[in-house]
């Protein structure tokens, strides 16, 4: 094997070591974080926050809610029935074929959101700020290079099916 070879796995290895130790609890903290907030102080459950938040995100029907939230279909339409009953999200019909049905905030809802998101966003600010302005200019380069890989879903999953 050659050196580049070697060194290219080595930074591989690395890089997973890292992200193990790194994004998993980050992202423990983050969610607790989003559990406690909806919970304690808005009365809402993570699950609402999370349908509500992906609503948001454009998906706007039970499938697309569904598939995002990797939950069955009772399941997320349960979800969205509660919703509906609290006002915070409204039923309407796809003009372009009636037997669907789409899904939107309501004003409620997406102030809701809004009061709920700036909650959760202050927060990890303040986890944030404790990192120096170079610190935070290496984590803004980071993430924005691990986005490019998840707005690449086709290509990693070409490539994993060869693996399979």
């Given amino acids: 094997m050659s050196h580049t070879k070697v060194d290219r796995d080595e930074k591989l290895n690395k890089t997973l070591d890292l992200f193990w130790h790194t994004i998993p609890p980050i992202w423990h903290m983050t969610r607790t974080m989003t559990h406690i907030i909806a919970s304690k102080e808005f009365d809402i459950t993570p699950s609402k926050f999370h349908t509500m938040r992906r609503i948001l995100d454009g998906k706007n029907s039970i499938s697309q809610l569904a598939d995002c939230l990797l939950l069955s279909r009772p399941n997320i339409s349960r979800t969205v029935d509660k919703l509906v009953q609290e006002g915070l999200i409204e039923r309407y019909p796809d003009l ?64 994993n099916e060869k693996i399979i």
């Fill in 96 to 159: 372009s074929d009636r037997r669907v049905v789409k899904i939107a905030l309501t004003a409620k809802g997406k102030l809701l959101y809004k009061k709920m998101h700036q909650r959760i966003h202050d927060d990890m600010k303040f986890f944030f700020s404790q990192l120096t302005e170079d610190e935070l200019s290496t984590v803004i380069k980071s993430l924005s290079i691990m986005e490019k890989l998840l707005v690449q879903p086709e290509k990693m999953k070409k490539e």
